[in-house]
């Protein structure tokens, strides 16, 4: 079985729509047909300089919402970044492989450094997808499964890759992004020409997962759409109303094609209706899920301590090769 590798960063009390859709879904899917392996990125999270305890907190947050959407920590290897000390340590080797003026042309970077200011973003913010590439090929992952917004960090994760093979031999596996392409980009219920995200989005945006079904509901009444009546799939033309029906098809498993066969002659606030009944659906178990797994926060801390022993199992020898290629003094 080929193998995966993704991760998410603990910086919210919740994931949003985007981040289940654009990647949960898949990663779910992905472990029948490979040998998976899932982190909850909490070294990336320092780059926002989180509260300490609420960092603590939303790492287990983000993984029980790995475990309730189906992950499987038999079937895949799911732990914690930090508790496999060899990305730290290999980000370090691959950031003197990583061009200055490479690593400055990161869009997310730029977007970040630019909200924050040039002098307020710190240097964990520029080197954020070296680590992302230790993330990656530490594991020899042949497919990342991500959104959109992660195409380019796949890319100088690729490019790291192949300038480290070429200078040093065969060490890393050349990855490949795995994006769906119907569920690439949720767009923010508000402004749907902007993706949905956690630090980005308009006021009623963002649909949490964990969030009050009342407020979900009422954000998914609230919807921006457009003037006309008409509901089609038109993204560019009609943002607001294609975006509802990804997110519809996606959770309801009704193709696009179906949905607007059925709301022929209906308004959109039938669409809005019908899609706030079908995410109530989906996140009203999904959140009792999620709460039993919070309850018994010693069983999760052992789940996620034997997925660190099996992901060090793989990342101890990869990094060992690495160390050894680079001419590092084997220590005895
Ligand atoms: P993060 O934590 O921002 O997002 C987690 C995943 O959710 C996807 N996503 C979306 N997909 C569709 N529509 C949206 N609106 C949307 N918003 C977010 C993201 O593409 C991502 O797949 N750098 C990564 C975390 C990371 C990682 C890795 C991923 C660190 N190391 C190694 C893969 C492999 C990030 O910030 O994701």
Aim: proline content about 5%; charged content about 25%.
């Amino acid at each position: 079985r080929p193998r995966i590798f993704s991760g998410m960063q603990p910086t919210a009390d919740s994931l949003h729509l985007g981040n289940y859709l654009g990647a949960l879904v898949n990663w779910v899917a992905l472990q029948d047909s490979h040998e998976a392996i899932y982190s909850v990125v909490d070294l990336h999270a320092l780059t926002v300089n989180p509260d300490p305890g609420v960092l603590l907190e939303r790492t287990r947050r983000t993984a029980a919402q790995y475990l309730a959407a189906g992950i499987d920590p038999q079937r895949s290897i799911l732990f914690v970044q930090s508790h496999v000390a060899e990305h730290a340590e290999l980000a370090w080797v691959l950031s003197c492989y990583t061009g200055f003026g490479e690593a400055s042309r990161m869009t997310q970077f730029k977007d970040k450094a630019a909200r924050q200011g040039t002098e307020g973003a710190n240097v964990g913010l520029f080197t954020y997808p070296v680590l992302m590439a230790s993330d990656i090929l530490l594991y020899d992952a042949a497919l990342v499964p991500v959104g959109e917004d992660q195409r380019q960090h796949l890319e100088i994760t690729r490019d790291l890759a192949q300038r480290f093979n070429a200078r040093h031999g065969d060490t890393f596996v050349v990855p490949e992004p795995h994006i769906v392409r119907a569920t690439a980009k949720i767009y923010d219920l508000g402004d749907p020409t902007a993706k949905m995200g956690k630090s980005t989005s308009t006021a009623t945006g963002l649909v949490d997962l964990l969030a009050d079904p009342a407020v979900i509901a009422k954000r998914i009444r609230s919807a921006v759409t457009d003037a006309e009546r008409e509901i089609r799939f038109d993204p560019e033309a009609k943002p607001g109303v294609s975006n509802l029906l990804t997110i519809h098809s996606a959770l309801s498993g009704r193709s696009i094609d179906q949905l607007v066969e059925d709301f022929t002659g209906r308004g959109y606030g039938d669409l809005k209706k019908e899609l706030a009944e079908v995410v109530l659906d989906f996140v009203t178990p999904f959140q009792a899920t999620v709460r039993g797994y919070l309850d018994d926060p010693a069983e999760l801390d052992r789940v996620l301590a034997v997925g660190a022993e099996r992901a060090r199992a793989i990342a101890a020898p990869t990094l060992a090769t690495v160390y050894e290629r680079i001419g590092l003094l084997p220590r005895r």
